[in-house]
């Protein structure tokens, strides 16, 4: 298979990079391929702006979505933006690290997304509105994971934890970013502590790592309900009686 | 008073845009002060990196927030940061203006806040550890404000709406973010179909802006909990018997 690693982090002692090279290594072990996206090295353009669109369908007003889509669908986008798109469309799996940021991904990969998710293809997929979203889409097939360092105690993260359940925070991404356009997205894998593992804590990131590497394709993705499977009939709230008495995001996971 | 407004839409026409001048209309007759940062027209630097540091602390390896930490407390940041910091500083109100893109914000403003949002201020503040945050810190006194378009429904953000609710998705920001600092952060305006308002819609939003402006300081933030307020008497967990039947985010919330 082929796995494409993208990263946000520019330090070479890091354990995002660490993470990056124990992936490499070990999956070219087993006979898959690696492709890489290291947005610092690369110096990624994080700014989605009008140099993003080389022939404006509209030269007077600049409409992301509208010259997104025109961009997308006539081969007239920035280079860079085409040649991720590639390297994604050819990709079984994409595995996103990251440091956490304020609770989300750092700027330059928030960019990535921004300018590389184009209309028509991770939204508006075949121009048609939402028709295909949670679950369809162009990617569709593939398989997600974030592998996220967090400089805090797990317990924070918890269900009760004070800066909220992580996997609440990483919501927008993984339900809103990832299975929005189709992708399998499997348990986050995060590392707590991060600035604070000593060898023994590292060698354990590593095993825990490497068999999060074996299993992705095989473990279970998050249970995310799809937009046309029969829980949302009317293609933008959940049916009652489906989870009347609960609140908060999980309600739009499968038990 | 004094407001800063921070925004991220590049495009005159927009409604981000259209809200700015508003705002600062508003403001101004309503003899509050007003400053601007137009992130596009600024060409903000959005990606956190080596160069923000101007002395380094450690050349050999980077480590973001012992750099962060280092530069802050010397003045030797990058001089962009500073400024924003000192206008952050003056300001009563902070408002951040922008387009929901992938269930956040645009990646040049999420630059902003790695960027300016420096240890030793925002996070780390009085190098404290995490001793001051969710309702103290540096921004403690200032108040805070999400403007929010959105070119889909209300309906997809309502409680039990496909994308998950809006305020549930926003925490990561209004709560991991504002509220982190000490600032009270007022209830999210949203405007949903931002790009399809005709004439009469955009006249109620309009009005519905100035009405939020007028009471920006005096309608009731948002209740997130305080860390210190004795909710949370391990600084970690939400104490039971605290809405132990409750999941989700808004169990942060008091009642």
Redesign the interface.
């Known amino acids: 298979m082929n796995i494409l690693l993208v990263y946000a982090q ?2 070479p ?1 890091s354990l995002t990079q660490h993470l990056v090279r124990e992936a490499e290594k070990f999956l070219l072990q087993h006979n898959h391929r690696v492709s890489h996206s290291d947005l ?1 090295a690369m110096g990624w353009k ?5 140099a993003d669109f080389t022939q404006r369908k509209v030269s007077e ?5 509208h010259e997104s889509e025109n961009a997308f669908s006539t081969g007239t986008q920035a280079e860079d933006i085409h040649i991720e798109q590639q390297k994604l469309q050819a990709a079984d799996a994409l595995i996103l690290l990251f ?1 956490l ?8 990969m ?2 990535w ?2 300018r590389v ?1 184009a209309y028509g293809l991770a939204y508006g997929y075949k121009n048609a509105g ?1 028709r295909y979203r ?1 679950g369809e889409g162009a990617f569709a097939g593939k398989r997600a994971l974030l592998t996220v360092s967090i ?3 797990s ?2 993260y ?8 992580l996997d ?2 990483l ?3 993984t ?3 990832l299975f929005y356009t189709g992708m399998e997205v499997l348990p986050t894998f995060a590392i707590y502590n991060s ?1 604070k593992l000593n060898e023994t804590m590292m060698k354990n990131v590593t095993e825990n790592w490497q068999k999060r590497l074996y299993t992705l394709f095989s473990e279970s993705p998050i249970s995310f309900r799809l ?1 046309n499977g029969g829980d ?1 009939s009317d ?4 049916n009652p009686p489906i989870k009347t008495n ?7 996971h499968r038990d």
């Open positions: 520019p330090e002692s610092y994080s700014v989605m702006d009008e007003r600049l409409s992301f979505i440091p940021w304020w609770f989300s991904m750092p700027a330059i928030k960019g997304i921004d998710w939402n949670y400089g805090g105690p317990v924070d918890g269900s009760r934890g004070i800066n909220g359940k609440d925070l919501f927008p991404i339900h809103g970013t600035g937009q949302y293609g933008h709230t959940l609960a609140t908060g995001l999980s309600i739009h």
